[in-house]
């Protein structure tokens, strides 16, 4: 049974500052997706990693996967209040479904 | 830019109640996606349905729950007879077809079960 653990799951920061939040998982699996999730709302998707030493940026947020340490990192770069929300990781098991992280809540202050 | 709808937004039910909650997929997608999420908690996959059948269920996905497509359009999920556990946003969530296609989410069902 494939388990994905983030790590930290809360935290706080100030903006201005870098940080990065960890995406371990238990066993080989094809794709990662980061999901942003404002509060009351739906997820949207940020990123789909595809491969071993994937990296993919969009504007303060740069995803990467490394397949043999099975992690994924999402870094933040110079946050902003905006960025405030909470993130998700999540792999996909067997042919279909999306097996999710507990998500990272992200509180980001002035 | 298409996108996945739910309706209703917001449910409330007594305990016992039925409750159907409507999806309409993305118009060319192939999968189709249940997952729930409890308040404060992660996403759970529920069920996944493809050529109008089943294709994976969890443990979550009880004989109290059953989906349908009963047209071209609609993607529904029936709870039987809910329970104060049922409490939770449901998702639904449709997809392209095989390959590395992104699960693209709608808003979401809230469901409040008294």
Partial sequence: ?110 | EPEVTQTPSHQVTQMGQEVILRCVPISNHLYFYWYRQILGQKVEFLVSFYNNEISEKSEIFDDQFSVERPDGSNFTLKIRSTKLEDSAMYFCASKGGIGPYEQYFGPGTRLTVT
């Fill in chain 1, 1 to 110: 049974e494939l388990k994905v653990e983030q790590n930290p799951l809360f935290l706080s920061m100030q903006e201005g500052k870098n940080y990065t939040i960890y995406c371990n998982y238990s066993t080989t699996s094809d794709r990662l997706y980061w999901y942003r999730q404002d509060p009351g709302k739906s997820l949207e998707s940020l990123f789909v990693l595809l491969s071993n030493g994937a990296v993919k940026q969009e504007g303060r947020l740069m995803a990467s996967l490394d397949t043999k340490a099975r992690l994924s990192t999402l870094h933040i770069t110079a946050a902003v209040h905006d960025l405030s929300a909470t993130y998700f990781c999540a792999r996909i098991q067997g042919a279909q479904k999306l097996v999710f992280g507990q998500g990272t809540r992200l509180t980001i202050n002035p």
